[in-house]
């Protein structure tokens, strides 16, 4: 049976709706539960103490002071725990040629960047243990440190890791059509380099685990803030030797994820090493100054691009070199590849041309590792394509939007393959491109640009359109050996009074799973959605699934809930025949209630159902079906990734005399197929445009030449903040996935994705006819000066 | 990180105050608001101090006209003097400038006298109590004394003040009909401490220029004060930038803190109709 989408005034049309969040309230009045929250009887906590040295030989460490500290109960080195927990390496089968050394809760033998924790300290207190932390002495011997990421490879640098030979974790080229003879031939090609910061994450509440290993029944129970329970679950039980199903992880309420909390650390792997030894609950919470060396960074891209064009503006190529440094171990299991893949694969995504060339060379480095954060690659991808094709449109003389127009894929163009080798379903990027014009008034905005540049006021206008892979099949980890899921289900439960429990293998981590999951529900059986009450995050409850990440969410665990739910509205619907002697095919669930379908004429309240299965089964037909609990699993399969669109435009006034840029308007039209809740997906996509606001900028962890981290604190690394902040007027076109029923996909990394580029075009539309140029991100007040060569010393 | 501290008091009075930092031996915190000590003591800048807490003194709290001198109490927060009427009238630098004191949470505890006795080189108020040729008054063991704003700040986070001596107010001659009071800053983000900042104030003529970001203290920058008097707006600018020293950090290098100065000067003095 097929919903009609189309129809607003269907019965329990909550599909599409605005509709409260189920969990709002909760969180609002402060009865959230965070891993913070929990205290458990016994509880002890640890702290770390972390390489003061980008690289250094750990020598000889002295405990004694520290365990003679009051409140101190045991210190941990990095060989005490590698006699219980093995060591894991980053890789994934399928992306040949990646190196990576065997990484330990603890350092072992060498500190490979600053923040890398190498001896724990638990006391009954976490000042205790602090102060424990305080006394321990390690002998130190530094070594040279490699920070450069262009030069990581030449022969005057150090290997960082002997092993392995030199400082290549991987590289990847994606070739197709004739580069070399396209770019040789072409009437205009256009080069750039482009930078973009490494960045962080910084969720509101830091990462927290609390681990208990019950030694009476060799269980470990793990409280955590993150977003991937079962992933985890696998991989504690495998490192720490345990039986998979001895290992429960529960993810309560996450304040906030972005992809940091989707990976493992070696920290919290530690915290669950020493549970195991001490036989007791050990919390571990990370606080703000260790979290800045400690999560995982992102973004630290070196780019060299050309694009060719023919005389009329058409593209004829892109032609990319991409240098990433990803610090000094390929994150775990996810690796560190899959950004500078990702870069590989997107380049000129919104397109229609037959030459490609895009190389990633991913180098190590003594800085804190880089992961997977929200929008993996995309900005990177988009800023170089968006930038390369403004260039190109300033020096051909054609507007923005008209070199767009003649290039971007038709709409009527799908399924298409590109020249990346990305299967596309279908896409609206002409329909969104028109809606944005109208949305924006570009013309009128050309206008009022034109002539405020007489009065000497410098505004401009960035576009930037996009591509976003989201529903990712097993082709992104599952096919490499990693035992990460793609699919994903849901469970769901009718209870005698009627109302319902969705349980799903996705997670919550405040962007609303818990919402779309309740409306999704509520539409499939038939109830209204405050009736239905959705659990998350614990691994011993909801069916196995991957958790949220890369957008996957409404697509993946959306559909399985939706296929869940009717299956538990047709077995209530095959109860209610019995019971009323009808076809379970005339009968419809619609508020609550069972109707006859065509007259809506009222028979039975969902209620007597569950009232007559669950307490008077004895009065139902012997052998009648009468589950009103089922699961559904999901997994996409016609395509490897479902890909969005998008365009988004900046408009911005740029002070020429202190550089300084200020946002004055943006608008974002996105199409990720079926929407859910409009609230929800507009508010996730000004989220994500604030986060590439930020990149675009303020963001921007710094280090110095040695390795040494420079702005570690919130004073010093800037994240956006509302007052900066323009507003954003969102819009949406919907183009729904024929992979399922639901036809969602992905909305949540839409909007990181492409703003960062969007701003870089609208800074340079601004002050190109002064004659600069900003391609190195953030754009700092003093880079947008020296671009335009106010500051040259 | 947990803060580390040596122990907690609360004084009653100024004199009680007085006693416990004698009591403390040379390690003595006044807490007057805690908006910076209470963060550097969450990173473990700093460990083991006697806190005293000043903040329940209420004499020390609020503005009061003495003469045609404002006295404004120590403990006087920023909301407070954002507010206060007769700040606004006699000392209009100083309201212009407590809300660009990062945000209100810490607007509504940071206390003037705290600003000024931390002395961070980049806030607004020792810039202004230059500009506005304020005089602080020190209570201490040995009695009360005043030092001149020029005399007070020494280098970074360095002041006049003894570690035994408490500042108690501010003293500042009432704007009179005609003056004219300036703040202006470039900060990344609101609240940010700003990449440069100048207070300016014109009275009768002559000017005074409290600059902050653009040294490793707040500087009354005699040099531009001087060409500007003179009425030359050019030979001001130039003179600005051998009046201060900025620092290079990761938010901008000394040359373009240099150069912002210089803009932000040169928009006052178009503010107050100096021809460009």
């Known amino acids: 049976m097929t919903i009609r989408f189309e129809d607003p005034n269907r019965p329990n ?7 409260p969040r189920p969990n709002a309230g909760k969180l609002v009045a402060g009865r959230g539960r965070y891993v913070d929250d929990i205290v458990l009887p016994r509880m002890v906590h640890v702290a770390f103490v972390r390489s003061p040295h980008p690289h250094a030989r750990i020598g000889a460490i002295e405990t004694g002071a520290a365990l003679a500290e009051k409140g101190v109960l045991k210190v941990f080195t ?11 390496e980053g890789k994934l089968a399928h992306l040949q040629g990646m190196k990576t050394p065997p990484q330990h809760p603890l350092a072992v033998e060498r500190a490979c960047w600053v923040g890398e924790p190498v001896v ?10 602090e102060a424990g932390a305080a006394l321990v002495e390690i002998d130190f011997e530094p070594l040279p440190a490699v920070t450069d990421i262009r030069t990581a490879l030449d022969k005057g640098t150090p290997v960082l890791h002997e092993a392995l030979g030199d400082n290549l974790c991987f590289r990847k080229s994606n070739e197709a059509g004739e580069v070399d003879r396209v770019f040789a031939e072409a009437p205009r090609v256009v080069e750039a380099t482009f930078k973009t910061a490494r960045h962080t994450g910084v969720t ?13 029944d060799g269980q470990l129970t793990a409280h955590v803030s993150n977003q991937a329970p079962h992933m985890l679950q696998v991989l504690l039980a495998g490192h720490l030797d345990i039986p998979e199903s001895r290992v429960h992880v529960i993810c309560g309420d996450v304040g906030g994820s972005f992809g940091l909390k989707v990976h493992v650390y070696p920290d919290e792997v530690a915290t669950a090493a020493i549970a195991k030894i001490m036989g007791r609950p050990v919390k571990f919470a990370s606080d703000r100054v260790e979290a800045f060396t400690s999560d995982i960074h992102a973004r630290d891209h070196e780019a060299t691009g050309r694009i060719a064009l023919d005389e009329n503006g058409m593209i004829l190529g892109f032609d990319v070199d991409d240098w990433t440094g990803i610090g000094p171990y390929s994150i775990y299991p996810r690796t560190s590849a899959v950004e500078g893949l990702q870069v590989t694969n997107l380049i000129g995504g919104p397109y229609a041309f037959d030459h490609y060339r895009c190389r990633t060379s991913v180098v190590f480095q003594n800085k804190g590792i880089c992961a997977q954060y929200r929008a993996v690659g995309h900005p990177v991808a988009v800023a170089i394509t968006e930038g390369l094709v403004d260039k190109a449109a300033a020096e051909m003389g054609i507007d923005p939007i008209e070199i767009r127009r003649r290039n971007l894929i038709a709409d009527d163009d799908y399924p298409k393959t590109t020249a990346a080798g990305l299967k596309l379903e279908g896409l609206s990027h002409h329909k969104s491109l028109d809606s944005l014009i109208e949305a924006m008034d570009y013309e009128g905005l050309r206008a009022e640009q034109k002539d405020l540049r007489e009065k000497g006021v410098h505004r401009g206008i960035g576009i930037a359109s996009f591509i976003e892979l989201t529903n990712p099949s097993p082709f992104m980890y599952g096919i490499g050996g990693a035992r990460i899921s793609a699919q994903d289900g849901c469970t769901v439960r009718m209870d005698p009074d009627g109302s319902v429990v969705a349980l799903t293998g996705v997670t919550e981590q405040g962007q609303g799973t818990e919402a779309i999951m309740a409306q999704i529900v509520a539409e499939a059986v038939g109830v209204s959605p405050d009736l239905v009450r959705v659990v998350t995050g614990d691994t011993r409850v909801t069916p196995f699934g991957g958790g949220t990440w890369a957008s996957r969410g409404a697509g993946i665990g959306g559909e399985a809930a939706l296929q869940a739910g009717r299956a538990v509205r047709q077995q209530a619907l095959e109860v209610a025949a019995a019971m009323l002697q009808a076809k379970a095919g005339d009968l419809d669930v619609r508020d609550g209630i069972i109707v006859d379908a065509r007259s809506g004429e009222e028979r039975l309240t969902l209620a007597e159902v569950g009232r007559i299965v669950y307490f008077r089964g004895d009065t139902l037909p012997k052998g009648l079906p009468r589950e009103l609990m089922q699961t559904r699993h999901f997994i996409t399969s016609d395509y490897p990734y479902a890909f969005t669109n998008g365009v988004q435009a900046s408009y911005v006034e740029v002070d020429t005399d202190t550089g300084f840029v200020k946002l004055l308007k943006h608008w974002c039209v996105e199409d990720c197929g079926r929407i859910i809740n409009p609230l929800l997906v507009d508010e996730q996509i000004r989220g994500g445009i604030v986060q ?28 956006p903040m509302s007052a900066e902040m323009p507003d954003m007027v969102i819009r949406h076109v919907e183009t729904p996935t024929a992979e399922s029923a639901l036809g969602a996909k992905g909305a949540g990394e839409a909007g990181t994705a492409g703003a960062p580029a969007a701003i870089m075009n609208a800074i340079n539309d601004a002050i190109r006819p002064l004659g600069g140029t900003v391609t190195h991100m953030p754009f700092t007040p003093e880079r947008i000066l020296r671009a335009l060569g106010t500051i040259t010393d | 990180m947990k803060a580390s501290i040596g122990g907690y008091a609360r004084a009653e009075s100024v004199p009680h105050a007085l006693s416990l930092l004698g009591e403390a031996d040379g390690v003595g915190r006044i807490l007057a608001g805690g908006q910076s000590l209470i963060a550097a003591l969450n990173l473990g800048v700093s460990a083991g101090d006697m806190l005293v807490d000043i903040t329940g003194i209420e004499t020390l709290r609020g503005a009061t006209l003495d003469g045609d001198r404002l006295v404004i109490g120590a403990l006087t927060r920023h909301g407070d003097i954002a507010r206060d009427p007769l700040i606004a009238e006699h000392a ?4 212009a400038a407590a809300p660009l004191i ?13 600003s000024l006795a931390h002395a961070d080189p980049a806030a607004e108020y020792p810039a202004c109590v230059l500009a506005l040729d304020a005089t602080l008054v020190l209570e201490g063991p040995a009695g009360r004394r005043e030092v001149a704003a020029e005399d007070f700040f020494l280098g970074l986070f360095e002041t006049a003040r003894a570690d035994e001596e408490i500042l108690t107010a501010i003293l500042i001659p009432c704007a009179r009909p005609g003056d004219r009071h300036v703040i202006r800053e470039a900060a990344r983000r609101a609240g940010d401490y700003a990449l440069a900042g100048l207070a300016v104030v014109r009275r009768e003529g002559r000017h005074r220029i409290g600059a902050f970001g653009l040294d490793d203290r707040p500087v009354l920058c005699a040099g531009a004060m001087a060409k500007w008097d003179a009425g030359d707006v050019d030979g001001m600018i130039a003179a600005l930038a051998k009046d201060i020293d900025p620092p290079s950090d990761t938010q901008a290098s000394a040359s373009y803190r240099r150069h912002l100065a210089g803009v932000l000067l040169r928009r006052i003095a178009a503010e107050l109709g100096e021809a460009q």
Not at chain 1, 204 to 216: H, K, M, Q, S, Y
Not at chain 1, 701 to 713: E, I, K
């Open chain 1, 13 to 19: 049309s909550y599909i599409g709706r605005t509709v």
């Open chain 1, 78 to 88: 990095g060989k005490d725990l590698a006699e219980i927990c093995t060591p894991w």
């Open chain 1, 120 to 129: 724990a300290v638990v006391g009954r207190t976490r000042a205790e243990a």
């Open chain 1, 204 to 216: 509101l509440e830091p990462r927290v685990i609390i681990t208990d290993w019950n030694g009476a």
């Open chain 1, 692 to 719: 590439g606001i930020g990149a675009a900028l303020f963001e921007e962890v710094c280090y110095d030449a040695s390795g040494q981290m420079l702005n570690g604190t919130m004073a010093d690394y800037l994240v």
């Open chain 2, 92 to 95: 209009p630098l100083l309201a």
């Open chain 2, 102 to 114: 990062a945000h209100d949470a810490i607007r509504n505890r940071g206390t003037i006298g705290g």
